[in-house]
């Protein structure tokens, strides 16, 4: 009965429109509210201690310090230092996106904090150099 609630609820809400995160949200309200004894303090507090953890502060802070170095120009230079080397392959732009986030690895520790970093800078690069967006998307990820 439990699985009804919790599923039905959510479809409703999709087709309320509601955004999906919300709808999740909501639906398992709706669920443990009816079904559980657990309080809704607990439920909150559950939740904050589930993303109050150090390692996570890491990836918007490294979203910042890729949209810095696009935007002070360093990106670019750093794109034209690994390019210098391999830029001249077939595909060595894709190549020089790998590097980069191999050493951008090295520092932060981070694979989210990574991709969202490089991705930042590398794959509009990569769009410009004619490669396709899904792709970059893509082998910025994987990398």
Known sequence: MEILVLFGSFLVLLLLSVPIGYAIGIATLITLM????????????NAVAGVDSFPLLAIPFFMLAGNLMSSGGIAKRLVNF???????????????????????AA???????????????????????????SYSAALTAAA
């Open 34 to 45: 009816n079904f559980t004894s657990i309080p809704l303090l607990m439920i909150a507090q």
């Open 82 to 104: 690994f390019e210098s080397f391999i830029g001249h392959i077939t595909g060595g732009l894709g190549m020089v996106t790998v590097v980069v986030c191999m050493f951008f």
């Open 107 to 133: 520092i932060s520790g981070s694979a989210v904090a990574t991709v969202s970093a490089v991705g930042a800078f590398m794959i509009p690069e990569m769009v410009k150099h004619g490669y396709s967006k």
